[in-house]
C-alpha cells in the first residue's frame, strides 16, 4: 500500500502532470498536423525526421533553438506575472519595441562608451523602455479608466511606428542603404556571444528573469500580495492591499521583461535597430505563458516547443518545398488541442 | 385574460418547504393568494419571503408541498413553465437589455413572439394596455436612457403583455422616488380592479398598510399570520415580525454595569460618504465606540450598514466630517494603516470579503498583519503560525491544515480562519458585520465570547447585526440606521423592540433617548 500511496503522490504531483500534458499536447498537435502534410502531398514521417535532424540532432541546430528561446522566454514571463494578479497583458509585441529602442537610444547617446558602461546602460534601458510601455496601461488600469487588455493591445500598433519613425529619421543609417534601419551599434554596445555560436547573454537575461520570476511569485510577501489580488480582489483591498500600486508594478515588471526580449534582438542578434525586429515573439509569449499555465517550468518547455515549432517553418521551407506558414497550422493546432482539454478561458479562469 | 371572478383563490400554497444546507428557508408554508387584491409580504431578511416567491415563480423547487392555481394543481419546474400558467416576477434586479428599446425589450420576452416580428401590432397592444393601466411610456426609446420607474413598468408590461394574471413583485419601491411609489400604487389600483394578483415583498410597514389589501408576515421559514391591512397596525406588524422576545438564557447576559473608558476609542462625527451606483449614501453619522464598548448597530439590510462597515476601515472616504482612532484623526488613513493600528474587520461574507480561496490557509494568515512578520523580503512563517496557532487556541477553535487551500475548508472554518486571524494581535476595534449570520447555535455563541473578549481586553466592538436578540444581548448601546442615517440611540436595556423596529423600517420618524 505505502509504494501505492507513493505512486498517487507521484502521479498527482505538478510537475508529472505538466509533463504528461506537455507530451500529450505534442502528440496530437503532431498528429494533426501530420494529415495536413499528408494533405499537401508529403511524407510526414520524412518531414519530421528532417526536422528533427536539423533542429535538436545537430549542434548549430540545437544552438539556433536557444536563440529562439531567447525573447520567447521573456515574452512568455512578461505576460505570466501581470495574470498573477488577473491582468491580462497582451502587449508584449509593444513593449519588446519599446525596450530596443530604449536600449538603441541609450547608445546613440554615448556610442563612445566602453563596453563596461554600455552593457548595463542597454539593459537597464531594455527593462524601462518596456516597463514604462507597460505601466501606461497599468496607471490606466488601476485609475479604473481603461482595461488592461484593450490598453495593451492597442499600444502594440504604436511601439513600432515610434521605432519606425526614428530610423526612418535621426537614427537612419548613412550607409547607402535601401532598407530602413539604424545605423549600426558599435561592437562595445553588443551583447557578448556564448560557446561560439549565435547563442548571447540574453539567453542567461531570459534564464535569469524566468527564476525572478518564480522567486518574487513564490519566495516573497509581495508575491504573496499580489497573488492575493489575483485570487480575491475584493479580500485584497480589505485586508489592506495596495491593489492600485501592485497593477502597475506587476505590468511594468512584466513590460521590462519584454523590453528585455527586444534589447536581446537588437544587441545580440541584428546589431541595428529595424521594424522588422521580432516575427511576433510578443504574441507567442503571450501563448506560451497561459498554455503553461503561468507555471516557470511550463514556461521553458513551451518556449522550446515553439522555437522548435518556428525552426521546424524553416527546414519545411527549404526541404519540403511548404510555405514558411504551414507552422501556423501547427501552432493553431496546439493552442486548439490545449484549449479543448482546458474548457477554454472564458470557462476555466 | 381578465376575466377572473375577484375574491376567488387563484394560487395558493400547501406545506411547502425548503431547505438550504442547514437553514430551513421555508417551512410548511400555507398561503392564499386572491384575484382582484394587492398583498403584501413582509417579514426580516431571511425570513423565508424571496423563497417563497421564487418556488412560486419556478425559480426554486420546493422539497415538498404543493403549488394550487385555480384549484388545480401545478408543477412549476422553471419559471418558463409559471409564465405559461400566467405567474409573472419582477426581480430586484430588473431583467432588461439596456441598448435596446422599450419594444424590443418587451419583444424579447414573449414567448410567443414569430420569426418576423409585427412591431406596429405588438406596440398597438402595449399601448391599449399601458393606457389601461397608467403604463404610458415611450416605447421607442433605449432602456438605459429610462428612469428606475420608468423601467419598473417596462418589467410590468412585459408580464401584462405576456398574459400574466399573478405579478409578484420582489422589493419593488425599494429604488423608487417616493412619487413613483405614489404611481406605482394607482398602476396596483387599476390592475386589481380587473382582477389581478399582486405579490409584492417590501419591508416598508407604512406603504404596506396604505396600499395593500391583504398582508402576510412570515418569520423563520413560517407564516406567522395573515391579515386585512384595514385591520393591521404597525405595531401588531412588527410584534408578527419579530415575534415574541424569547427569554435570555441565564449566564448568556453581560453585567449591565460596565467600566467604560471615557475617551472614545473610536469615533465618527458628522460623516458623510459618496456614493455611486446602488450603493446607500451615508448622511451626518455620529458613532462612537468606547474602550470596552460593544456598539450595536440595527438595521434592516441595505440601510447603509456596509456603507457604514467601510467607512470605518477606510476602504470609502469621508465626504464630510471626521474619523478618530485611538486619539488620531485617521480620516485619510489607508487599509494598511487602520489594521496596522488594532482595527480588525469581520465582514459579512467571510469567503468573498476577507480570504483568498486559491491561497493556502498558511497564506491567508499572513495576509493584512501589516509588517509584524517582515523579514526581509519575505516573511517570519515560524513566528506566524505560533502566533496564529494561540490564537486559533485562545477561541477554541481547531487549527485547519495549514498547507491546504481555503478553497476546500468548509464555510464555518473559513470564517474561523479570518477570525483567528483577525483577532490575533489584539484588536483595539472590531467592526464586525452579521458576524453570526449562518452559524449553528454553537458557534455563533464562540463568536459572541471572542467579542465580548476583545471589550474585555479593553477593545471597542462595532456590531453590525440584523439580529434583535443578539444586539440585546450584546450591545451597551444601540444605534438605529435607516437609509444611511441614525435615527435612534438607546443606552443599553432602555429600547423595547417594537420601537426599534418602528425606527429599522421608518415608520417612526427618528427619536434619541
Redesign the interface.
Known sequence: MPEAAVIATFRNSDAVRAAARFAGVSAVALLVFALVLLAAGKDPLSAYAQTFRHTLASSYGFSELLVRMTPLLLAAVAVALPSRLGLINVGGEGQLYMGAFAASAGVFLFPGAPAWLLLPLVVIGGFLGGAVWAAIPGALRAAKLVNETVATLLLNYVAPLIVGYFIFGPWRTTENSAYPESSPYPPAAMLPNLFGTRIHAGLLIALAALAVYWVLMEKTRWGIEMRAIGGNPEAARRLGIAVPVWIVAALAIGGGFAGLAGMGEAMGITGRLRQTLSPGYGFAGFLIAWLAGGRPLGILFMSFLFAIITAAGDTLQISQGLPYAVVNILLATILFVVLASRGGWGVSR | MSTVPRAQVLLETRGLSKRYGPVQANDGVDFRLHGGEVHALLGENGAGKSTLSKILYGFVRPDAGEILLDGRRVELRTPRDARALGIGMVFQTFMLVPALSVLENIELFLTDLPRVPDPRGIATRIRALAERFGLAIDLSAPVRQLSVGDQQKVEILKLLLAKARVLILDEPTRVLAPHEIEALFRVFGALKAEGYAILFITHKLREVIRCADRITVMRKGRITGSVDASRADVETLVAMMFGERPAHAPGLERPVARPIGAAPIFELRAASSPVSGREIALRNLDVSVGAGEIVGVAGVSGSGQKELGDLA?G?RPLATGTKTFRGEDVSSW???????AGLA?I?EDAL????????SVR?NL???A?RRY?RG???DWQRLESTMKTSFEALSFPVPPLNLPVATLSGGNVQRVVLAREMAHEPRLVVALYPTRGLDFRSAAAVRALLRGACDRGGGVLLISEDLDELEEMADRLLVLFAGAVVGTFPRGAWRPEEVGLLMTGAKEGARA
Do not use: C, D, K, T
Open positions: 476601515l476602504l489607508s487599509i494598511a494603516r487602520m489594521r496596522e474587520f465582514p468573498g470579503m476577507a480570504a483568498i480561496p486559491g491561497m497564506e499572513s495576509l493584512g501589516g517582515h523580503v519575505g516573511l
